[in-house]
């Protein structure tokens, strides 16, 4: 292969490395070459290869994962699994499916769709990640309130471990007794071996959809309303809660296109998590800062000198943000409520929600923010190259607690994180036992090795912080390397059983060295 094509595997979408590539910084590693197997006879030959010349393995899907776990740290082999694609049976009575790991995300439910099911996993990655990615780091769908995350839909898997042979775990008439060996493997991230299929549990197409905006007080309030929401039983799929920030730069959006709509049409708008677009230069004062954090919201242009003036005083852009939302989104916080199944199971679960929230205190605020959300849920993935080409960076950080210590878990990164950029963030993947929180940050340093420190800052301070109230480093992006040194944090002891899975499996260390916090 060229080297162009060779650089191309070196990363994935780690905002880390991209601010690397920027400033013409290569990769410190290259593999040494890619494959694209199409048959799991294949893989097992490319594994045998390693094996035998003792260099590593790393599996690779769509790339667009954002925590380096598809890095070659050590060079080697990348096994691209993108050639692996069949949809090989779809059993409708069991509403099972067989399916090729390397198969595209909106590839895969849209061939679902033409068959009347749904997988029900919709990772704003949809378009860019492949099935195998998914199981590989126990991916999350903006859907999950009712389909659950991937590790919920999956009935068995095909993997080559590090030795070289293949298991398949589990599957249909699986012992009710005794471990899960599927379980095992998701989310291991290609440390214990290559997924090359799945079997995966699907759903009916859903008959109807229904979706709500509702505005409430505050944070606290909100989660309080999508606890009592879940803990009745009740399963919406949407469940989506902006802080007072995240709501400021919506509320503008939304209002916007309302009037443009009424005056030539339909016009898009841009999803909520987007890095804000600040106006430009003039410096300090809080009045000031103000002012231009309502023109953020307006949408004006997104220019370097606009960022660097306003980034580099990300400590009282977020102090003030509540003066700012005081001003412009008087009316709280946004949520996003969707529903879908059956005609009439949904429209009473529907009702049934809807009644919740307000007996809660929510607000209904009609369809038109949830169809808006709908229409550009996807939206947010593409906006990232035009902030790094400015001299900013921006991140997310998803992490997740039970409803006791989610408010903690909330103040606690976010006053961790807001020491360096401008924060800001929403519930989402919520569940009867608790909730995700999405954390969306931006900064911004004069140079490379300067952004680099900077954004190593935010998660050493913003995971620290998650770790301290008893939360989990991660919901659904992965560990990879970026998160690899807060494992043994997390799992402490646990982390003998990985290693035992590891060494059972994987015993020359081929497969995916240096990540998920495991030894060399």
Same mark, same amino acid.
């Given at each position: ?14 905002? =880390? ?62 096994? #691209? ?8 049976? !779809? ?21 679902? *769709? ?37 590790? #919920? ?71 309080? $309303? ?7 039983? +009740?399963?919406? $799929? !949407? ?8 709501? +400021? ?31 430009a230069p003039e410096p300090p004062g ?16 997104l220019r370097k000198r606009a960022i ?11 102090? !003030? ?41 929510? =607000? ?56 360096? $950029? ?22 911004? *340093? ?7 420190? +900077?954004?190593?800052?935010?998660? =050493? ?46 015993? #020359? ?12």
């Amino acid at each position: 292969m060229r080297g162009v094509d060779l650089e191309t595997y070196a990363r994935d979408m780690w905002p =880390r490395f991209l601010l690397g590539w920027r400033d013409g910084i290569g990769p410190a590693q290259r593999p040494f070459a890619v494959v694209w197997p199409e048959h799991v006879r294949e893989v097992v030959a490319v594994v045998r290869l390693a094996r035998e010349l003792r260099i590593p393995i790393v599996p690779y899907g769509g790339g667009s994962g954002v925590c380096g776990g598809a890095v070659p740290l050590f060079g080697g082999i990348t096994i #691209d699994t993108k050639r692996m694609t069949s949809v090989r049976s !779809v059993h409708g009575e069991e509403l099972i499916c067989d399916v090729e790991a390397g198969l595209n995300g909106e590839r895969f439910e849209r061939e679902m *769709a033409r068959r009347g099911f749904t997988f029900g996993h919709f990772p704003s990655s949809i378009y860019c990640s492949t099935v195998g990615g998914w199981l590989a780091t126990r991916a999350a769908g903006q859907l999950s309130t009712k389909y659950g995350k991937v590790e #919920d839909r999956v009935a068995g898997l095909t993997v080559v471990t590090g030795r070289a042979e293949v298991i398949e775990t589990d599957g249909p008439h699986r012992a009710l007794r005794g471990p899960s060996w599927t379980q095992l493997i998701v989310g291991s991230e290609g440390t214990l071996g290559v997924i090359t299929s799945a079997r995966l549990r699907v759903s009916p197409a859903p008959q109807l959809r229904v979706f709500r905006g509702f505005e409430i007080d505050d944070v606290h309030a909100g989660t309080e $309303a999508i606890r009592r929401v879940l803990q009745k039983g +009740l399963r919406p $799929a !949407v469940v989506r809660l902006y802080d007072e920030l995240d709501t +400021l730069i919506n509320s503008f959006g939304h209002h916007e296109e309302h009037a443009a709509n009424n005056a030539r049409g339909p016009v898009p708008r841009v999803e909520t998590g987007a890095l804000p677009a600040f106006p430009a230069p003039e410096p300090p004062g809080e009045d000031r800062l103000v002012d231009r954090l309502i023109a953020l919201a307006k949408g004006k242009g997104l220019r370097k000198r606009a960022i660097e003036s306003a980034l580099g005083r990300s400590e009282l852009v977020n102090r !003030v943000f509540g003066t700012v939302a005081e001003k412009i989104a008087r009316r709280g916080c946004r949520l996003i409520i969707g529903l879908e199944g059956a005609r009439i199971r949904t429209e009473v679960e529907a009702a049934l929600t809807f009644a919740e929230l307000e007996a809660a205190g929510a =607000r209904d605020k009609g369809e038109d923010p949830g169809w808006a959300w709908l229409k550009h849920r996807y939206a947010v993935s593409y906006r990232m190259s035009p902030v790094f080409r400015d001299g900013a960076f921006v991140d997310t950080m998803e992490v997740a607690a039970s409803w006791e210590r989610l408010m903690d878990l909330y103040h606690s990164v976010r006053e961790a994180i807001g020491r360096h $950029a401008v924060v800001m963030a929403h519930f989402s993947h919520a569940y009867a036992d608790g909730c995700s929180i999405y954390f969306t940050f931006a900064g911004h *340093a004069p140079e490379a090795a300067a952004a680099q420190r +900077l954004y190593d800052a935010i998660w =050493r301070d913003g995971l620290e912080a998650a770790t301290r109230v008893g939360a989990t480093i991660s919901h659904h992006h992965g560990v990879g390397l970026l998160k690899a040194p807060y494992m043994a944090g997390e799992h402490r002891e646990a982390m003998a059983i990985f290693e035992a899975a590891k060494q059972a499996l994987d015993p #020359d260390r081929i497969m995916n060295p240096g990540k998920m916090g495991l030894r060399r």
